[in-house]
């Protein structure tokens, strides 16, 4: 008898598998009985961008790498104070590059001379009020800020406008099946698959803008424009 029992036991585990792969393949294959079309439908939305991403640094230079290092430290010092007193949070300010380099003369027909060294220390920047950005970069160039790049404009969170995109791309992809149907004498029964190649925000490359400091005043304007947003779909539906 306990023989008999470990045996049903066996056979049972190995049953098992068997019935959970049938059921998986069940789930993934959908028959078409009628016909399958495939759209491809595009839904775009646009948007205008509320973040700029700015870099901006000091570049110093000194006969010894310590004063090199020390100036470019004492004016990154002013530039970050000026940037939290016009309302920068620290979570918006991030260290980008540090960087040293010696300086070299090469006289004719004579050894390289070490003649000094430059110190770059950047930071880039994400300003959330884009319109007001340039008068602050204008503050920072009056503080010692010698290399300005940029702007990257950006939206800080695209979802809702992605998720709108979506909307209007399954709308374009029914409507154009149903146009489909009608031109071939059938009807859209159901939709057999959906998937999203993905959601993309394309932004446009860094203009860039490199700023002296200098005693006159500057009026520097960024404009945000219009960012266009989009979703790509591909779309089965049978037909019948």
Known sequence: ?????????????????????????????????GSRLDINATGE??????IAIITAGVVTRSTTATGALQDAANRMQRVLTALKGAGVED??????????NPEYRYPDNQAPQLVGYTASNQLTIRFRDIRNSGKILDALVGQGANQINGPDLTIDKPETA?????????????????LYARSLGTRVVRVVSVSESGGNYPVPPPRPMMMEARAQAADTKIEPGEQKLQVNLAM?????
């Open 162 to 178: 992605l998720d709108e995109a979506r909307a209007r791309a399954i709308a374009i992809g029914r409507a154009r099946a149903d």
């Open 45 to 50: 939305v646009t948007r205008v961008p509320d």
């Open 1 to 33: 008898m306990k023989y008999a029992l470990l045996a049903a036991l066996t056979l049972s585990a190995v049953a098992l598998p068997a019935v959970a792969d049938a059921q998986q393949t069940a789930t993934i294959t959908q028959s078409i009985a």
């Open 91 to 100: 979570r918006d300010i991030q260290t980008s590059t540090v960087s040293l």
């Open 236 to 240: 089965t539906f049978e037909l019948q």
